[in-house]
């Protein structure tokens, strides 16, 4: 009997992974999935590598789980990286997840393609939701944000993209990819380009509306429609669409400058506050996962579960019962 195919050479890591991508091209993936695909899988070589590892099977993938938690046992840089700032750095739990579904399923296109006959990723657990992965800004750290875009350099520009991913929670590859055309004011929707090569309709607020319409104001008229609703202003890109790198850079200074402390400065942050802020006024779980583009109601409860917790805090606070009839202390 032929031994079970589970693990394959290194060597042969780097040509199926050109072969997973070049597949997606014709289901046809985003480009956004496609770098995705080539990021979390590269970081897998480079580990296998680097660990002198002949072949990468169940063995091999744990350790890679185990050096993603916590880093090189020798104290060495994460990814061989020169700069001191990144040694020993935590990944976050949520980021330890994207890469467990990239690896599972890059071996389970492995299995299908007929190279390997079991997928070492099998019996290796999700490392499902860390409880610190979702934390939302605060009402005031919101509030600095936006001061700060308003005393920044493109005030106009940085205000509607803030309250943009507040009001809506739109991903940066999304909000980048957004053209003039995508924002329908008149219908208080945005049209977003999402994962999956997806559109959807999401609908925006008045005080949103009134921050898009003040930067298009400020664009000028006669706008082509079909041009970058929001402009790189620098680099190679200049007057092209904003990167996803761009957003989150402008996000990340932002923070700087407002001091922000204690929540990561992130544009998936706000996606984070979106969520449980809309929970919180009242908004219904299948309103949030349609808004949000989830494929999976499992993807959009942990939101509801932590504003049921909050929900419970509050009440802890304000019980009426307790405050007019409970013990004095």
């Known amino acids: 009997m032929a031994p079970v ?36 899988l590269s970081k897998l070589i480079w580990f296998c590598k680097s660990e002198e590892y002949e072949t990468c099977g169940q063995a091999e993938l744990k350790a890679f789980q185990r050096y993603l938690v916590r880093g090189s ?3 060495a840089p994460k990814w061989g990286a020169a700069n001191r700032n990144v040694r020993n750095s935590a990944i976050r739990p949520g980021t330890v997840k994207t890469y467990h579904s990239h690896v599972a399923a890059f071996f389970r296109y492995l299995v299908d393609q ?31 944000l936006i001061t700060a875009a308003k005393n920044s350099a493109k005030p106009a520009r940085n205000v509607a993209i803030v309250t943009l991913m507040l009001d809506t929670g739109i991903r940066e ?12 004011l008149n219908e208080y929707d ?15 607020g008045r005080t949103c509306r009134r921050a898009l319409r003040a930067y298009l104001f400020d664009r000028g008229e ?20 904003l990167t996803c790198s761009g957003v989150y850079q ?43 583009g989830h494929t999976k109601s499992s993807m959009t409860a942990k939101y509801v579960l ?5 929900i419970r805090v509050q009440h802890r606070k304000a019980s009426p019962a307790d405050r007019l009839l409970g013990p004095k202390s």
């Open 5 to 40: 195919r589970d693990s394959i050479p290194v060597s042969d890591l780097r040509r199926h992974l050109s072969q997973w991508i070049f597949d997606g091209e014709y289901i046809p993936l985003s480009p956004a999935s496609l770098r995705n695909r080539e990021f979390f």
């Open 73 to 75: 046992d020798s104290g």
């Open 114 to 144: 007929n190279v390997l006959d079991v997928s070492p990723m099998k019996n290796i657990s999700d490392p499902g939701w860390g409880a610190d992965e979702i934390q939302p800004f605060s009402d005031d750290q919101v509030r600095m």
């Open 173 to 184: 590859a999304e909000l980048a990819s957004l053209k003039i055309r995508d924002a329908n």
């Open 190 to 204: 945005i049209r977003v380009h999402g994962k999956g090569d997806k559109f959807r309709i999401v609908p925006i």
């Open 222 to 241: 006669d706008l082509d429609p079909e041009a970058a609703l929001f402009e790189a202003q620098r680099g190679l890109n200049s007057g092209g669409h």
């Open 250 to 292: 402008m996000v990340r200074d932002l923070g700087e400058k407002a001091r922000v402390k204690g929540v990561r400065c992130s544009p998936h942050t706000f996606r984070h506050t979106f969520a449980i802020n809309f929970l919180r006024g009242g908004g219904n779980e299948l309103s949030l996962q349609k808004i949000l």
């Open 306 to 310: 932590l504003a049921r917790a909050d």
